[in-house]
């Protein structure tokens, strides 16, 4: 089974979409299997983080901006691939730094989250998007 | 098939499990197809890498360590989520770039990992915990 | 269904394998499904990158390579595990910080690939290796 999730971004950030994603297990009826994630793009990512504190959301993407700054901040003049604005080339080192694809298990009908799990679209680009992320249920 | 592999740790660093998976693997009697492995936590991670040389482990625990130190540290001071002890964010981030999720073809009823690959949790924060990992084999 | 990818490499840098994976998927007849790709090293990794402009592979690089410098750096001196060369232990902290796995789904009989990934082994070592990745097809 195979469900496309779109998730709209306005800007760099971690947006959860973990309520789409246990609905679409749900109504599969699945028992026991496995949920893959699999984001269709090269300049955002996925991550499964702690959905409780927003602080720890802003946290992240503070960090990742500050280890991969703009192509136009002076510690990364050495970028050659800046014709698609200064976001474009950091995003994609962000991108592959974090997961393109994830597997979580379902047990009993259910995503074997932890407790404090939630599943983000993590966007890199500074402008507004909608990212696709391919969903596939395998048993 | 699925399990849930419990992995004591006592501070930061890689503890290897391999055994454990490798018997789960071989008792299910699968002859191919696919080993997930999914954390339930969003502070430690999995990792797949050398088990040969135990300095490699320091190395990599070293690295991270150094990349992003604990919140205590000046260079972290603009870190906000900070109320759970200065090691927790730290991990939360290093837990975002590495992997939450590990998938091993199984081929002739065996893992198919190579000469020196182990499988690792790699914790990142200061306590003593127990650790959930489910493992699935899908085929 | 499991094959067998082996890539040559000739020194760091990211090697585009896109199209015998695509006819993999393609050969086994499958219409839905997953297909998980796993790298048999610890000194090398996988991405799914942009494969339109060669710049974007050469900034790739070089970003890991002033993140992770080599071990004869000065600012790399802390590091135990050398006696396999200068190149040896930051290959296997970029293959900690990059996917050996990765799970693209499989749609009406083609990999989902967004219009402008592709799928590379990124190299790690300084030295020439034929590296060894195992695609595993799950429905």
Redesign the interface.
């Known amino acids: 089974m195979?469900r496309l999730f779109k998730v709209q971004t306005s800007g760099p950030g971690l947006y959860e979409f973990t309520g789409e994603v246990v609905r679409f297990v749900r109504d599969s009826g699945l028992r026991?299997?496995?949920l893959?994630l699999?984001?269709?793009?090269?300049s955002c990512s996925l991550?499964?983080?702690?959905n409780a504190?927003p602080?720890?959301r802003?946290?992240?993407d503070?960090?990742f901006r500050?280890?991969?700054p703009s192509s136009d901040d002076p510690s990364m003049q050495?970028?050659?691939?800046t014709n698609e604005g200064p976001d474009d080339?950091p995003a994609?080192?962000k991108?592959?730094?974090?997961?393109?694809?994830?597997?979580?298990?379902v047990?009993d009908g259910r995503l074997?989250?932890?407790?404090?799990?939630g599943i983000f679209l993590f966007e890199h680009r500074a402008g507004g998007q909608t990212r696709?992320v391919?969903?596939?249920l395998?048993?």
């Open positions: 195979q026991e299997g496995l893959t699999f984001v269709q793009h090269t991550l499964v983080q702690e504190d602080d720890v802003q946290d992240l503070e960090f500050r280890l991969v050495w970028l050659r691939h080339m994609h080192i991108a592959a730094l974090t997961p393109v694809s994830l597997s979580i298990p047990t074997a989250l932890g407790t404090w799990q696709r391919v969903g596939q395998t048993s």
